[in-house]
């Protein structure tokens, strides 16, 4: 039965236990049709074994899964999936590998092959073992096998993890584009830069969903919570005694810029007081709109006393 | 740094508790089994004997073969079922007595009895000769002279009776036919145990499973696609190994080429089928290899392929009986040297046919939980 509405992927009450974890615990969301779908967390949130359940590698303990409104092992013909690893074959060539993935969906169209080595800038390596292939290349033979049969949804698992900054700008761009022709992209990562760009998010943290939206939706969780910003060298004194005061949810220190979190109580005059206590000079704190990363760490992190961060 | 590297490879070791506990159980088992199992001394081989002469002196024969546990003796109605007996396997050896014997050997006139023997195994052949020798051994024989009154004195040298061998199947005792056809068995089970060992937990320790395992393939595509090379390849080497025997060691033909074709389907079905199931219930390469091995060195000594199956242990016997490759030998000498009818062949065809239903369907079982 096809989709009704426009839903690419549903996902209702998902749970699945290994041993003493939940790694995924009561997950539901839906994604509609040419989004780019952004999975953020921390490592260990559950990320993989979610998109495993999706691509139906694994089963789950309950709830279900439906891909353009069929079950993830019914729907497998319409969806691709580039794993974290690199699971081609080392052995095979990259035109061995990308015809061995077609032909698995039963694509035998030389020409779409052809189209995709090139698109993914294969041409010149079509002969040369995939294990001989860089980092970046073999992420893009993984994509393009994953393409081969012209899915209409592909999940993929922190896609540009150890990847350099051009080839990840290039496979976002990349992204966008098949974004653009129509198809659904469920993208897992922990870089920010990359939730960023993601049309719809959500937030995963030990198994939970803890927050979904679009990026700005993101931002504005922290509801009536305050995000203060100042340029100050890192001082540990400052982190500590910033920790002991009551309100505060998050201490963040991105090399010279410290951010941080408060409850709507604490005053703005306060915390610069306690700061030019110990650092022994007048300081100014500016209210800022918050970040993807504000959200984010406030969101993910345990909840009871608030983190500190140094980046 | 050298001793950085063997800590390392010892707790690389200590983590993998199967691979350790295969390590330790493995020489265990092989030391307990073949301490136990490789007297490679026969015991009660089988003997088929006529006796129609039934007197005194045909018993003392008998008693003098039996005496010392080597041979175990029964009846049959006659000098062909001898040969049929050693023929479908009942028996190695045979032994007819004719009715005038006791008369010839009190007038002195040096009766024959025959002694059969099965020239498959050369090696057995050679101790079933040499434990034929109490028959006519001087314990039995010293009462066997007659002297006649009337005649001269005569010297007491001849032999009282002449003990004929006849060595069956293989009579110039050829080794090559002993040993080709079990190494056709013993090259399929390496193929199938270690290449097909290796497949499907390559995949999984190469994380090319994941990627494979989403994609439409159905599992039966997947176990066959998987599986059929090396049925292929195994067959091959099957009618390469024997087509050398023909052409090279003057192998003789088999009594059916039907039922040659039958068992190497059926062995390699088996062979690979334990292949999968290794494969399927390692969690690495190096398990699988070891797990393989594991089966092949038993399998290999205690099948009867280079010593006489009656040279294991009663006690160890039943492990003998549940190793496919014993079937194989016992088939394929069967088919190639003894021409053995098919049906005192039906119960190893049955055997093989049963391990391999029980491998494919454990192999299934363990497929739909793993994958």
């Known amino acids: 039965m096809p989709a009704t509405d426009n839903k690419m992927i549903r996902v209702k009450h998902i749970s699945k236990r290994f041993k003493k974890t939940l790694a995924v615990n009561d997950v539901t969301l839906a994604v509609e049709k040419g989004v780019i779908f952004g999975l953020l967390g921390p490592n260990a949130a559950g990320k993989t074994t979610l998109i495993r359940i999706l691509c139906g590698i694994i089963k789950a303990d309950q709830g279900e899964v439906l891909i353009n409104g069929l079950s993830s092992q019914k729907a497998k013909p319409v969806f691709g999936y580039v794993a974290q690893y690199f699971g081609q074959y080392e052995g095979l060539t990259v035109w061995e590998n990308l015809e061995f993935y077609a032909r698995m969906y039963g694509v035998t169209d030389k020409k779409r092959l052809d189209y995709l080595l090139q698109r993914y800038d294969l041409t010149q390596f079509k002969d040369l073992l995939a294990g001989t292939l860089s980092g970046g290349y ?49 993208v897992s990562t922990h870089y920010m830069e990359e939730a960023q ?115 | 740094m050298i001793k950085a590297i063997i800590k390392k490879e010892l707790i690389q070791l200590r983590r993998d508790p199967r691979l350790v ?100 195994m050369p090696s057995l052949t050679t101790t079933m000769k040499y434990h034929s020798n109490s028959a006519t051994s001087d ?84 176990i066959i696609g998987k599986l059929l090379p090396y049925v292929i390849i195994a067959l091959l080497d099957f009618y390469f190994i024997l087509l050398a025997g023909w052409l090279f060691f003057d192998l003789p033909q088999p009594s059916s080429h039907g039922l040659l074709f039958l068992l190497a389907l059926v062995y390699v079905a088996v062979m690979i089928a334990l292949g999968l199931l290794i494969s399927l219930i390692s969690s690495t390469q190096q398990q699988a290899m070891f797990i393989a091995i594991f089966i092949i060195v038993p399998s290999i000594l205690l099948s009867g392929f280079i010593f006489p199956l009656e040279a294991i242990p009663d006690s160890i016997r039943p492990v003998s009986y549940a190793i496919p490759f014993t079937y194989f030998v016992d088939i394929i000498r069967g088919l190639l040297i003894k021409h053995t009818h098919f049906i005192d062949l039906a119960n190893a065809y049955l055997a093989l046919t049963g391990f391999a239903l029980l491998f494919v369907g454990m192999s299934i079982i363990k ?5």
């Open chain 2, 367 to 371: 497929f739909r939980k793993t994958l």
């Open chain 2, 139 to 222: 314990d039995i024989s010293s009462d066997m002279y007659f002297s006649d009154a009337d005649a001269d004195n005569v010297v007491i040298a001849q032999k009282p009776f002449i003990m004929d061998t006849r060595i069956l199947f293989n009579p110039e005792e050829k080794e090559t036919w002993f040993f080709l056809p079990g190494v056709i068995g013993v090259l399929i089970m390496q193929i199938a145990l270690i290449l097909t060992g290796i497949t499907v937990v390559r995949e999984r320790e190469k994380r090319t499973l994941e990627q494979l395992l989403v994609t439409p393939m159905s599992r039966t595509s997947f």
């Open chain 2, 21 to 120: 506990a295969l390590i330790i159980i493995m020489p265990l088992i092989l030391l307990t089994l073949f301490a136990v199992a490789l007297k490679l001394e026969p015991q009660n081989v089988r003997m088929a004997y006529v006796d129609q002469d039934r007197s005194f002196f045909s018993h003392m024969i008998k008693t003098g073969l039996w005496s010392d546990a080597y041979f175990d003796l029964y009846a049959v109605k006659n000098k062909a079922q001898i040969i049929e007996e050693i023929r479908a396997g009942h028996a190695k050896a045979g032994l007819y007595i004719n009715s005038n014997f006791s008369y010839l050997l009190t007038e002195n006139k040096q009766p024959h009895i025959q002694f059969f023997v099965d020239g498959t």
């Open chain 1, 197 to 311: 760009r993601c049309h719809q998010l959500a937030f995963m943290s030990a198994g939970t969903l803890v927050a979904k939206g679009s990026p700005t939706d993101m931002k504005h969780t922290l509801g009536d919570k305050r995000v203060y910003t100042s340029i100050l060298p890192y001082q540990p004194e400052v982190q500590t005694a910033l920790q002991k005061m009551a309100g505060l949810i998050l201490v963040n220190q991105f090399g010279n810029e410290l951010r941080i979190v408060a409850q709507n109580n604490v005053k703005k005059e306060q915390l610069e007081e306690t700061i030019a206590t110990i650092i022994q000079q007048i300081i100014e704190l500016d209210e800022t709109e918050p970040n993807l990363e504000d959200a984010f760490i406030v969101l993910t992190q345990n909840q009871t006393s608030p983190a500190t961060n140094r980046r």
């Open chain 1, 138 to 186: 073999k992420r893009r033979l993984a994509l393009a096998c994953a393409l081969a049969h012209d899915p209409l949804v592909l999940f993929l698992d922190e896609p540009t993890a150890g990847i350099d900054p051009l080839t990840r700008k290039r496979l976002w761009d990349d992204f966008y584009q098949l974004s653009a022709e129509g198809k659904t992209l469920f």
